[in-house]
């Protein structure tokens, strides 16, 4: 008897020490890489010139929208009031002016005529997309894909994630995976690339807090906060992101802190009805809140110390299609990355897959997936509270972004033409070379002439 009691003295004495010393915890991180979770089924031996190879997600390899005078001709011939001998001429522009720079009247003359595809020679393209053909989004074909189980349902067309599991909705990666710009190994896709280079040069910080009572291992009552940070990553003497430094997080418009529960060292979040964080950006005025709905976070550490992540959801793909094509305007991104966002456009909205809207039949939402790679920081609440400070020097820029989503956003649920605002990016001059209605170049004054 007194051995039993001894026992249980014991393993109560024991058993109070280990909940005294795991006690409250908290892990925080610092984003040093933010992409869409495509994934990517290229074929390390192929060699064909820079296309970026085809592989089992995409069978055609990269959108080759407005990279060669054979496509340009093609996505040309379905505007209706062209005729072919105009297609011919836009599709192959002579190189004519003070500089004979192909390259150069290629850029213009494509981004101009892009611009203006519609059932009528005054609808602007991007702002409208609808009212012009679609010319055609290459699928992902691949069963395999990144993300969250959102709907709790398992479809034909959803994917099975890498470790098996059945039913993962990412349909974002389905109608844009295919996308010349976001497509690569090891996320070199040169968006990709250009929008996580700007980040770390200080355009946004993104940090992740994670606490709880129990144990950092195994807690059952955790809680994570993601959002905005105002202070710019810091780098190592290599040029790396830095282990250890601090970052305030604001508790702002792009904050959102979320139920946990770690098991193994693994976090992963409630699903909550809104998840508010930093948008990826490579412009100040596209910096805006991500969004998700329905949506839920994974964070699992590597044996380093670092951590990757997951944020999924479903986001307005209208929000998507802004974010992404009003940067600068809709035919200068296009023509420079090879990508068609009226062909972006169709390819969301048949992929839609959640959020249904009872005023027009269709669903507002898209399911997607996010990956960050995280480095520990330290993540610390501001002395006082504050918002996301302003840049005086882009504000008017960045009306001219909301402007002209305003107006897509209010065409595409009207499927009414609606003109371009007077301070969209869509007018603004690129080289001196400005665009008109009808989609003609016009000369101005700048370095380049045509």
């Known amino acids: 008897m007194m051995q039993r009691l001894l026992s249980a003295t014991c393993m109560a004495v024991l058993a109070a020490s280990c ?48 990279a060669i005078p054979a496509q340009v001709a093609k996505t040309f011939s379905l505007i209706p009031w062209r005729t072919p001998e105009e297609v011919e001429a836009l599709a192959n522009p002579p ?3 003070t500089e004979r720079n192909p390259a150069g009247v290629y850029f213009h003359t494509w981004r101009a005529a892009s611009a203006y595809r519609g059932y009528r020679r005054d609808i602007e393209t991007y702002i409208n997309p609808f009212a012009a053909e679609d010319p ?3 699928q992902v074909t691949s069963r395999i894909g990144e993300g969250f189980n959102l709907d709790g349902k398992v479809k034909d067309h959803d994917f099975v994630s890498p470790d098996g599991e059945k039913g993962i909705d990412n349909q974002l990666y389905r109608a844009w995976g295919c996308d010349a710009p976001w497509r690569g190994a090891d996320g070199n896709g040169t968006l990709v690339l250009r929008s996580n280079d ?25 809680t994570l906060e993601i959002g905005y940070s105002p202070d710019q990553i810091m ?16 508790k702002s418009e792009q904050y959102t802190k979320l139920k946990a529960k770690v098991r193994d060292g693994v976090v992963e979040t409630e699903q909550a009805a809104e998840i508010h964080m930093p948008q990826i950006a490579w412009f ?50 296009g023509v420079r ?63 001219g972004y909301d402007d002209t989503s305003a107006a897509t956003i209010k065409a595409i649920e009207t499927l009414i033409p609606q003109p371009v605002p007077p301070t969209s990016m869509e007018l603004r001059p690129v080289d001196g070379v400005e665009i008109g209605v009808g989609g003609v170049a016009i000369t101005g004054r700048g370095r380049r002439s045509y």
Request: with cysteine.
């Open 235 to 250: 780098k190592d003497a290599r040029g790396n992101v830095g282990i250890d430094y601090s970052y305030r997080i604001l």
């Open 19 to 66: 909940a005294q010393a795991a006690g409250p915890w908290v892990k925080s991180y610092v984003v040093s890489f933010y992409d869409p979770a495509f994934r990517f089924g290229g074929r390390p031996d192929y060699t064909r010139g820079t296309d970026i190879e085809p592989g089992i997600d995409c069978p055609h390899g990269s959108t080759t929208h407005f």
């Open 198 to 222: 700007k980040m770390l040069e200080g355009l946004y910080t993104v940090v992740i807090r994670i606490s709880g009572n129990q144990d950092p291992r195994n807690d059952d009552d955790a």
């Open 136 to 138: 055609g989004q290459p």
């Open 337 to 399: 990355e090879h990508e068609d966002h009226v062909a972006l456009y169709y390819a969301l909205r048949r992929h839609a897959d959640g959020m249904f809207n009872p005023k027009t039949g269709r669903y507002d939402g898209i399911s997607s997936a996010y990956r960050l790679k995280l480095v520990p920081a330290f993540v610390v609440d501001p002395d006082k509270p504050m918002g996301i400070p302003p840049r005086e020097s882009e504000e008017g820029r960045r009306r």
């Open 284 to 333: 100040y005025n596209q910096q805006r809140d991500a969004f998700f709905r329905q949506g839920k976070i994974c964070v699992v550490p590597n044996d380093d110390g670092t951590a990757a992540g997951l944020v999924g959801g479903y986001r307005d793909w209208r929000d998507v299609y802004t974010q992404n094509i009003f940067a600068q305007s809709g035919g200068t991104q």
């Open 95 to 97: 190189a004519t002016g």
